[in-house]
């Protein structure tokens, strides 16, 4: 078990201090139906559509385990090497609010089914940090408070009640803002690549709470943190965090005391305000849930878990670099989300030995174009299949990559396939040399100054000629051919 804490980076300390940061990711499980009862989890329907008997708190009713959000669980705590707990605890957390119909949360708490794992992720600097990750638990979700559309009322929408999340909570070993974004990040494209968690942040799907504290940096004890609850874009934990660490060094240095509590982010203001005094554990009165035993996990579980696992992203990344020798930049980008990298393979799949222009297509014209459409790779207009296809006339010779270019453009927008718009537009290669020979003996005749200079030793004037031959042709010269006929015609025969 790894709980060596790193130490932190000097660069991270700030006059004298030295931020801490610590971050409860909340990470819905996609599972079909709820945590504890058979209730759709499908995002946006009518409120309260989606509430079964358990989730409405209808007394006598009793919850019963989801299997596949528990082997979502365990298939997270195997990609972070942690340890997963045999017999696991359902406790309630108790709390009164509006939206908890049954006065209490069904959570873990001492005994979590995940433990003690960690995560390597790197920085936009090149560094790699490991970050221990003290548990992940699961724990079912609230419902929602609706406050807008309701004069003087609150409406509650139990639709959300009882959907399956992970929470997962690192050590506070991250030091810097930017080090906890990086790390979100990193947990983001890990729950996304195993397929636990669809990784939604306007949903809701994806949320965190940064806990944040400062100390004197010669100091290794910790100081008092406060929480910032429910933060769901990075750039707004990025900013929080920042504005929080900033606050708290000020206060300190005025001789104030840092107050537990809660905070909210502002994201107009770029501010964190207080929402309330923070709750310590025994507040909650946590303890077993009597309608539910220990949670078993066989060995024969976890091998079955483990069988169905996807390669990991970094194992990827390793591989795409040592073993398809492509660079580590594009292997890192490719391997940013498993879409990407299952796409580029598809490709190379099809085009076997060509990894690097499977990389450059992937990367360049294919992600340029998703952009511009704000689409997902999975919802390409041009899917692996089509590409591959155009790539491999690329191969033969049919087209030059440069006309290649034009004739994605046009798959992309829906001409058809590459050999559709390659016949449709006549964009095939001149291989012919009787063609190739008439496109040169025109341009030779068209510029008899340019050839005797040439003759008499410019050697520069055969681009201009190659650049001709090109217009004539509309760039459909094969061009291996044409520069070993035009040399050869140059000369004079
Ligand atoms: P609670 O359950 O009360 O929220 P935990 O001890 O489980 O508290 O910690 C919750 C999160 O807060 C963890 O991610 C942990 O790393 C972080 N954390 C705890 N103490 C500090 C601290 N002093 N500074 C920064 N982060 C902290
Ligand atoms: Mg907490």
Not at 318 to 328: M, N, S, T
């Amino acid at each position: 078990m790894s709980t060596a804490s790193r130490i932190p980076p000097p660069e991270s300390q700030l006059s004298g201090w030295q931020p801490v940061i610590g971050l409860e990711i909340h990470a819905q499980l996609s599972t079909q139906s709820k945590l504890f009862s058979g209730a759709s989890t499908a995002y946006g329907a009518e409120p309260n559509t989606h509430t079964g008997l358990v989730d409405i708190a209808l007394p006598g009713t009793l919850p019963v385990p989801n299997r596949a959000a528990l082997d979502k669980a365990i298939r997270f705590g195997l990609a972070i090497g942690a340890r997963i707990a045999p017999h696991s605890v359902f406790a309630r957390k108790n709390y009164f609010y509006p939206d908890l119909p049954k006065g209490y949360q069904i959570s873990q708490y001492e005994l979590p089914v995940v433990a003690d794992g960690t995560l390597a992720v790197r920085l936009d600097d090149g560094r790699v940090i490991e970050v221990a990750i003290e548990r992940a638990h699961l724990e079912e979700d609230a419902g929602k408070s609706l406050h807008e559309e309701f004069h003087g009322a609150t409406g509650i929408d139990l639709n959300r009640a009882g959907t399956p999340l992970l929470e997962i909570v690192s050590k506070p070993v991250l030091y810097s803002a930017a080090e906890a974004v990086a790390y979100m990040r990193a947990v983001h494209t890990l729950v996304r690549w195993l397929g636990v968690c669809d990784g939604n942040m306007q949903e809701g799907s994806f949320r965190c709470d940064a806990n944040v504290s400062v100390r004197p940096a010669a100091s290794d004890k910790l100081g008092t943190r406060t929480e910032i609850k429910n933060v769901n874009s990075f750039r707004f934990v990025e900013k929080a965090i920042e504005y929080e660490i900033e606050r708290q060094i000020r206060a300190l240095e005025n001789g104030e005391k840092i107050v537990q509590e809660t905070r909210l982010y502002d994201p107009t203001r770029h501010q964190t305000r207080p929402m309330r005094g923070k709750e310590n554990a025994n507040d909650y009165r946590y303890f077993p849930d009597p309608d539910l035993p220990p949670l078993a996990v066989t060995a024969d579980d976890i091998a079955a878990v483990k069988a169905a696992m996807p390669e990991l992203p970094e194992a990827r990344r390793v591989r795409y670099i040592d073993a398809l020798g492509l660079p580590e930049i594009d292997a890192t980008q490719l391997c940013a989300d498993r879409a990407t990298a299952d796409y580029f393979e598809a490709v190379l799949a099809a085009l076997p030995g060509e990894a690097k222009l499977a990389a450059n297509w992937t990367l360049g014209e294919v992600s340029a174009a998703l952009n511009d459409a704000a689409l997902t790779i999975d919802a390409s207009r041009v899917p692996a299949s089509a590409l591959a296809q155009l790539l491999t006339r690329v191969r033969e010779g049919v087209i030059s990559g440069k006309i290649a270019k034009d004739v994605f453009a046009a798959m992309w927008t829906g001409e058809g396939s590459a050999d559709e718009v390659i016949e449709k537009r006549g964009l095939k290669q001149i291989s012919d040399s009787g063609a190739l020979a008439a496109a040169i003996d025109a341009v030779l005749a068209e510029y008899p100054t340019q050839l005797a200079d040439f003759r008499g030793g410019n050697e520069k004037l055969l681009q201009f000629f190659v650049g001709q031959v090109m217009k004539r042709t509309r760039g459909q010269a094969n061009p291996q051919q044409l520069n070993a006929l035009l040399r050869e015609k140059l000369k004079g025969e």
